[in-house]
């Protein structure tokens, strides 16, 4: 037998509904896997040993029964440290909140119960998710390299094979950042699409909750677990959940993917990652989609929108934080709360009333070049080295420019998915990102499986896994 | 810091950050405030750049429902 942890998902799901395989021995063999990379890639807050393999027994037990919940069934999988789990403390990253009990479940990890998944611990993420501070996390790639974030941990665990898969939290792009840095797939889901409830807040007009998987067919399966009306989150939209998986491997031919070449192909964007987007453009091409060129010259706008937006509402929801125990908070995250309390509110209308305008022109620009979907780098480099988000040469954080290209999707509730799309010379991995109409989730799915089924990118691991 | 992207000119002056931080209630470390003076003069110039949007006829985003529900 092969080892199971360089199995997908999908493929684990297969042998245990067969029983060549049980839930405990995959739980066995990832924490294991923990046990021997956390030194050095420090992935995860928590790891619930014990609960894990409790849970994995009742599942197997199950499986004798008879009872087959879905395809997470028995699937050892990580969640992100800013998601209530009963038994569990939530800390979100900060030692301001260190030990903080979770006061209940959220909706994630209920739907991840009921479809049988054994939650194996959760994972380090930035402060608050914010995104400012530089949390211990190492990227599996290279102990040197920048993990991404803020779902820093559950891309790192996912990559090194200490996770099947993973829940991260997208505000600005930390489910998409540290998915492409990883060599993952990672889904933004629609606005609305998945609940909230039970997720540490950062900004509750942007925030998101979605899947992190090394494969696409992963992500689809984690996503039809996960979504769903929730009247316990205010966001949530009661839209019919398709299901994802019939079709995800249909052609893609005559499917139109918009481009705007002068943001891909910008100064900006690194040579590699410029060479790997050109060559999907023309695999993309090969399957028989169409390419097709637009501009939005508003795309500069998105993130002076998201960042008005974000603060103002992240120092509304940590404002009683930030006064009881902000000499407990790192600095960086403490200076962006105190920063959007010094936010006049007229600025704040003014991000709301453009955010309306930009969706508005989002939907026009869909709508009169008939397209499926936006094609773009993810990230315009495929690693930061980790010193340099310490001391930012002259000034300039290197992840000021990943976020302009990540934010457009938050401000308009798009969904939008990362997936890998070749490495850079120096073997890191490099991401493209598809953005799709609203709850148009299953476009994405397949647009990406059938650039994924190209290549295997997905079975090649990285160094420390 | 990751969000903002540096803008060129002086920095907003330090007591007047101060003076706003305390008339909200904050007490602001000594350490954080050359940092906060710079962003918020980035934070300013961001929405500058977001006025130069045409929002005409684009109203509040978020009704406000005087209805009573249970």
Redesign the interface.
């Known amino acids: 037998m092969t080892d199971p942890l360089t199995w997908s998902i999908a493929r684990a799901a297969e042998r245990l509904r067969r029983r060549e395989v049980s839930s405990l021995d995959l739980t066995e063999a990832t924490l294991a896997r923990i046990d021997a990379t956390e030194d050095r890639i420090h992935a995860y807050v928590t790891v619930r040993t014990e609960e894990a393999r409790t849970t994995a027994r009742a599942r197997d037990r199950e499986l004798a029964e008879g009872r087959w919940r879905g395809p997470l069934h028995g699937i050892p999988v990580a969640i992100k440290d800013l998601l209530y789990m009963e038994g569990t403390p939530t800390a979100a990253g900060s030692a301001a909140l260190a030990g903080t009990p979770s006061p209940s479940n959220a909706a994630v990890v209920e739907r991840l119960e009921e479809a049988g998944a054994v939650i194996i611990g959760k994972t380090v993420t930035h402060e608050l998710a914010y995104?400012?501070n530089i949390p211990p996390t190492r990227s599996p790639w290279g102990e040197n390299c920048y993990p991404g974030g803020s779902s820093a941990g559950s891309g790192a665990a996912v990559a090194a094979r200490s996770a099947f898969g993973a829940i991260g939290t997208d505000t600005?792009g930390s489910i998409r950042e540290p998915s492409s840095l990883n060599g993952l797939t990672g889904l933004k889901p629609t606005f609305g699409r998945v609940s909230r409830y039970g997720v540490v807040p950062l900004s509750p007009s942007l925030d998101h909750v979605g899947p992190m998987t090394r494969t696409v067919t992963d992500c689809a399966l984690m996503l039809q677990a996960i979504a769903g009306y929730d009247p316990r989150d205010p966001g949530s939209i009661p839209e019919p959940v398709p299901a994802y998986l019939p079709g995800i491997d249909w052609p893609i031919h005559g499917m139109r993917l918009g481009v705007d070449r002068a943001f891909a192909f910008s100064a900006g964007i690194e040579p590699d990652v410029q060479e790997a987007f050109r060559t999907a453009l023309q695999e993309y091409e090969a399957e028989g989609a169409q390419i097709i060129d637009i501009t939005f010259p508003?795309a500069?706008?998105m993130?002076?929108?998201g960042?008005?937006i974000?603060?103002a509402e992240a120092s509304q929801e940590h404002g009683e934080l930030?006064?009881a125990r902000?000499?407990r908070l790192d600095?960086?995250t403490?200076?962006?709360l105190?920063?959007g309390?010094?936010?006049p509110g007229t600025?704040y209308?003014?991000?709301?009333?453009?955010?309306?305008?930009l969706a508005s022109l989002m939907r026009r620009t869909f709508d009169a070049h008939g397209l499926d979907a936006l094609i773009a780098p993810t990230l315009p480099a495929p690693t930061v080295p980790i010193e340099q988000m310490y001391a930012p040469p002259a000034?300039?954080?290197p992840?000021?420019d990943?976020?302009?290209a990540s934010f457009g999707a938050n401000v308009t509730g798009l969904p939008a998915l990362t997936i890998p799309c070749g490495f850079s010379r120096q073997g890191y991995p490099i991401g493209l990102q598809l953005t799709a109409r609203p709850f148009a989730e299953g476009t994405l799915f397949r647009l990406a499986h059938a650039y994924e089924r190209r290549h295997d990118w997905t079975e090649r691991p990285p160094e420390l896994a | 810091?990751?969000?903002?992207?540096?803008t060129e000119g002086e920095p907003l002056p330090a007591d007047l950050?101060v003076l706003?931080?305390e008339a909200?209630?904050?007490?602001?470390?000594a350490?954080?405030v050359p940092?906060?003076a710079t962003?918020?003069r980035d934070?300013f110039a961001?929405?500058h750049?977001?006025?130069?949007?045409?929002?005409d006829g684009?109203?509040?985003?978020?009704p406000f429902d005087p209805r009573w529900h249970d």
């Open positions: 995104g400012v600005g508003e500069n706008l993130s002076p929108v960042l008005t974000l603060l930030l006064r902000g000499d600095p960086a403490r200076v962006m105190e920063l309390e010094l936010l600025h209308i003014t991000a709301l009333r453009a955010r309306t305008l000034g300039e954080d992840m000021t990943a976020i302009n | 810091m990751a969000y903002l992207q540096s950050i706003l931080a909200l209630g904050l007490t602001i470390p350490e954080d940092q906060l962003a918020l934070q961001a929405v750049r977001i006025e130069t949007l045409n929002l684009i109203g509040h985003p978020r």
